[in-house]
């Protein structure tokens, strides 16, 4: 699959990238190439393989949930930057 600079630029402004020219060419290629490959997989028959739960045979070991002490209101907020009674104060972030 031959992949063009519009669509390259398409994706790099959704991954919120930028290139210059010379690295464009550059990953143009590169993803030319990547795609190619997983192209190459779809020649795969994989109708008579099981889905993989997990890729490693590892299990997780768990610890038990257990109740313990927790920080009081005032200890939580005695570093606080800012405060504001009963909350940290934040920046605002939106208008």
Request: hydrophobic share 35%; net charge negative; proline share 3%.
């Amino acid at each position: 699959m031959k992949l063009d600079i519009n669509s390259l630029k398409k994706i790099a402004h959704l991954a919120r990238l930028e290139f210059d020219e010379n690295s464009a060419k550059k990953m143009t290629a590169d993803m030319t190439q990547i795609l190619d490959w997983v192209e190459k997989l779809n020649e795969v028959d994989t109708s008579n393989v099981e889905p993989l739960i997990t890729m490693s045979s590892e299990e997780n070991i768990m610890r038990k949930d257990e109740v313990g002490a927790h920080l009081d209101h005032e200890k939580g907020l005695k570093n606080a930057p800012q405060r504001d009674s009963d909350y940290f104060r934040v920046p605002k972030v939106m208008e």
